[in-house]
């Protein structure tokens, strides 16, 4: 069996959500390896749409067992809001095909309130977060004082955890004049949660080995893109995880041999949101017109995403970082309507031309973009579903990016229903179910 990992390769919301459900049948289990309720996977079936935060994309297709790594933060809230909201809609949701890490760290009552007074001292310089909590909880994780999933299992563990560390943040909220928590009301709120969750909270590490070991299949789904990976993104305007390839092994406690190839999701354009240098941005009426096609709002903040060109030189960059080995294309429908179409194939600085992407943002907010010009496709490739039929000019769009990024495009995706999906033959593993997938689509 081929194991495969799906992640995103700009700065997030390029479809991963509709990726993963895709190729789901191909899989016994599907599991998620960073980042918080923060970032969101819109899948659409059958008509509706489905909203995704947490749980992995993969629980809308039964038999899949998803799991929730190590590498997440979760709210307890949020995540048995989004189970109800999933059960309401008749997906099925028991401690049978979902997991939860016994050592995910949990969003806690005072991690919200800390990132707000954060993002606020930081005014003009603000990294445009969600306020969430998600940044304060990665923080207290690596401070080595964090509450964990497995805290839920013991109650006088639980209590003694809550009460130290409420009293350690309260000193600082009193300080920016917000009211103190009581550290009893925090550990009633949650040893309620507990009492719900704890069917679900599981040594993940050794279930996917144990798993992997009987010859089940994996798919491993990140979240965000690279570009906002903690290490390798626009530093300081990313995520607080890590969202590239390389997350996986440690958001889930699995060697790196586990992972048999790796699918970079792309958008045809680029977007990003929140705060940060954006090169290829496009701040004119083009970019409000590519934001309305795409319905360019955030799947779980509904925020409005900035829109640019795509920029080769991030994308090549996040392909080198990943060690992708093959690309899956989103939303070309998009721009079809256009004349021209411009792809960035590099960066000025103070005019010298830069060997790739930089590592400091302010090089990054000054880089000017040099771009190639290509003719746009008149003829509509929204929901085309034969590769071979497609207009010319969108295969020489398709041939030029495989070359300035050095990855070959295995899937393009002309719609949001599973249908509307192109899969390119050759380009999969070896040991990859591709049959299952291409059943799977109109289900």
């Known amino acids: 069996m081929a194991n495969v990992l799906v992640v995103g390769t700009q700065w997030g919301d390029e479809g991963k959500g509709k990726v993963v459900d895709l190729l789901t049948p191909a899989f016994d289990i599907v599991a998620r390896y960073q980042g918080g309720h923060n970032a969101g996977h819109t899948v659409y079936v059958g008509g509706r749409k489905v909203v995704l935060h947490l749980i992995p994309a993969g629980i809308l297709r039964p038999g899949t067992l998803c799991v929730i790594g190590n590498g997440l933060v979760v709210s307890p809230e949020a995540f048995l809001k989004e189970k109800a909201d999933l059960a309401a809609r008749g997906v099925r949701i028991d401690e049978t095909n979902l997991a939860l890490s016994r050592r995910a760290h949990l969003i806690m009552p005072y991690h919200p309130l800390l990132e707000k007074i954060d993002e606020d001292r930081r005014g003009e310089g603000k990294i445009g977060t969600t306020c969430r909590g998600i940044g304060p909880a990665y923080e207290d994780k690596a401070a080595r004082r964090g509450v964990r999933a497995g805290d839920l299992l013991d109650l006088d563990v639980l209590r003694a955890k809550i009460r130290e560390n409420v009293g350690l943040h309260n000193e600082f909220l009193k300080f920016h004049g917000v009211v103190p928590l009581d550290p009893e009301a925090v550990f009633k709120e ?28 994996v798919l491993f789904e990140g979240a965000q893109g690279v570009l906002l990976d903690l290490d390798h993104g626009t530093y300081p305007y990313v995520t607080s995880s890590s969202a590239s390839a390389g997350g996986a092994s440690t ?76 690309l899956a294309l989103t939303k070309p429908d998009v721009l079809e309507e256009l004349d021209e179409i411009r792809i960035c194939t590099g960066y000025r600085y103070k005019g010298d031309l830069l060997p790739g992407f930089p590592a400091e943002p302010w090089i990054l907010e000054k880089a000017v973009p040099e771009y190639r010009t290509l003719a746009g496709w008149r003829n509509s490739v929204h929901r085309a579903r034969d590769f071979a039929a497609l207009p010319a000019s969108f295969k020489d769009y398709v041939r030029t990016i495989e070359d300035l990024v050095e990855a070959k495009v295995a899937l393009i995706s002309t719609g949001v229903e599973r249908e509307d999906t192109i899969l390119i033959d050759g380009m999969w593993p070896a040991g990859l179910r591709l049959d299952r997938v291409k059943a799977g689509i109109g289900r």
Not at 190 to 212: H, N, Q, W
Not at 269 to 279: E, L, M
Not at 295 to 313: K, S, Y
């Open 251 to 326: 958001g889930l406690g699995v060697g790196p041999r586990e992972i048999h190839f790796v699918l970079g999701v792309v958008k045809a354009y680029t977007t990003r949101v929140g705060s940060g240098p954006f090169p290829t941005e496009l701040r004119d009426d083009l970019g409000k017109r590519i934001a309305a096609r795409g319905d360019e709002f955030g799947a779980t903040t509904g925020r409005p995403r900035r829109c640019g060109w795509f920029d080769a030189v991030a994308v090549a960059y996040a392909c080198r970082v990943n060690g992708i080995d093959g």
């Open 190 to 217: 949650f040893a309620g949660y507990a009492a719900e969750m704890a069917p679900f909270i599981k040594d993940t590490s050794l279930l996917l080995a144990r798993e992997i070991k009987a010859g089940k299949a």
